[in-house]
């Protein structure tokens, strides 16, 4: 959990392009529902919600490569600055005569709103700004339906952690999500996939480190005291793993 939720990134202000930046890792996640295409196991996907859809390039690459038969794309993205970039490549990719539902809004504000059942969930890299799991799990439930699959996705470890920046809040880890999940669904199934990806330590700036961090309260010193402390390889890049769980309810 959120180590203390008030430092969490605004709803409003999560600029994801500064990250996609300095990182391979969107070409990694693609690669990796290329690969594990059989583990997705989407092609009979007819309704999509998607919390925290970003830029849109994840979920448009699912849609056009996975998902043939899909009717309804629903996206919960609070960014307009990302908003911007998602609508046009997500209308590109959709199945003719599909429709797409976008709420500009936060979690929060909007789940109450949107329409079940829905038969897969994508909550790629989103859960590091939602400070309760649980809620989180619990209010997704009222949507789904015997059958319908949560894929959620984050990195596995605080990046920034080694350069000991103790006013960064901290996530836990996707144990807890799946702690979570086990509760309300007895009879869960589970796979796990995991990929490694990586980013160009030099090139990291201050709104990368906020989106790394998940806060605005960074500044030049944390950006210094980070490239410091962590250990890259002979090309400057930072290697990471990227942990995916996909639950099917
Ligand atoms: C790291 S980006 C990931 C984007 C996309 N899912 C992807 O994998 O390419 C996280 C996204 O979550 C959005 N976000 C942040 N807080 C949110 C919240 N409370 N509810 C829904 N989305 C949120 C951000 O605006 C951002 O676009």
Redesign the pocket.
């Known amino acids: 959990m959120a180590s203390d939720p008030t430092k969490l990134?605004s709803?409003y202000n999560?600029p994801?392009t500064a990250?996609r930046d300095i990182s391979g890792q969107?070409q990694d996640?693609l690669r990796c529902f290329e690969k594990h295409a059989a583990d997705l196991d989407l092609q009979d996907t007819l309704t999509c919600l998607?919390?925290?859809?970003?830029?849109g390039?994840?979920d448009a690459f699912l849609i056009s490569q996975q998902m043939p038969r899909l009717l309804r794309y629903i996206a919960?993205?609070?960014?307009k600055g990302?908003v911007q970039e998602l609508v046009p490549r997500i209308l590109e990719a959709l199945p003719r005569g599909a429709n797409a539902e976008l709420y500009c809004a936060?979690?929060?504000d909007a789940i109450d709103h949107i329409q079940g059942p829905v038969d897969v969930v994508l909550l790629?890299?989103?859960i590091y700004?939602?400070s309760d799991y649980s809620a989180l799990v619990k209010r997704l439930k009222r949507l789904l339906k015997t059958g319908s699959k949560i894929i959620v996705s984050m990195c596995n470890g605080d990046l920034y952690e080694p350069a000991g920046i103790q006013h960064l809040k901290t996530w836990s880890d996707l144990a807890d999500v799946q702690v979570n999940m086990r509760d309300l669904y007895p009879s869960l199934k589970l796979k796990e996939i995991t990929f490694h990806s990586d980013m160009h330590v030099s090139k990291v700036n201050v709104p990368s480190l906020q989106?790394l961090a998940c806060t605005m309260d960074v500044d030049e010193d944390d950006v210094t005291a980070f490239k410091r402390a962590v250990k890259t390889n002979e090309n400057g890049m930072l290697k990471y793993q990227v942990d995916m769980n996909i639950f099917t309810v």
Do not use: L
């Open positions: 990134f709803n999560t994801w990250y969107q996640y998607s919390i925290g859809a970003g830029c390039e994840s919960v993205e609070p960014d990302n936060s979690f929060d790629f890299e989103v700004y939602i989106v």
